[in-house]
């Protein structure tokens, strides 16, 4: 089983950028495909995006194509979150998660998950 580790949350003015980072340990990266989820308070957690295990392949929710990317490096064990024109209601728990799958959109079928990183929108 993959362990993953998120971090670069932070409190940011709304029409800032943020970086999330997901460093991925104890089996080989690069098969898994990975995504990038949130979690707002009272909220269910949604899907933010998702990459396969290559990069090649990338998917995002409506509400985030054009402001968010993710992206990633298999040598460096790592997937990012790169967000951009940040509004409040992304204010969340963001987490990222593994799944078996080349790449899956469907939150059942991620099967790993970091402890999550704030991120926080003032505006």
């Keep these: 089983q993959v362990q993953l580790v998120e971090s670069g949350g932070a409190l940011v003015q709304a029409g800032g950028s943020l970086r999330l980072s997901c460093a991925?340990?104890?089996?080989?990266?690069?098969?898994?495909?990975?995504?990038?989820?949130?979690?707002?308070?009272?909220?269910?957690?949604e899907l933010v995006a998702a990459i396969s295990g290559s990069g090649g392949s990338t998917y995002y929710a409506d509400s985030k194509k054009g402001r968010f990317t993710i992206s990633r490096d298999n040598a460096k064990n790592t997937v990012y979150l790169q967000m951009n024109s940040l509004k409040p209601e992304d204010t969340a728990?963001?987490?990222?998660?593994?799944?078996?799958?080349?790449?899956?959109?469907?939150?059942?079928?991620?099967?790993?998950?970091?402890?999550g990183t704030q991120v926080t929108v003032s505006s």
């Design 24 to 45: 991925a340990s104890g089996r080989t990266f690069s098969p898994y495909g990975m995504g990038w989820f949130r979690q707002a308070p009272g909220k269910e957690r």
């Design 93 to 115: 728990v963001y987490y990222c998660a593994a799944t078996t799958r080349n790449m899956a959109t469907i939150i059942n079928n991620y099967y790993s998950w970091g402890q």
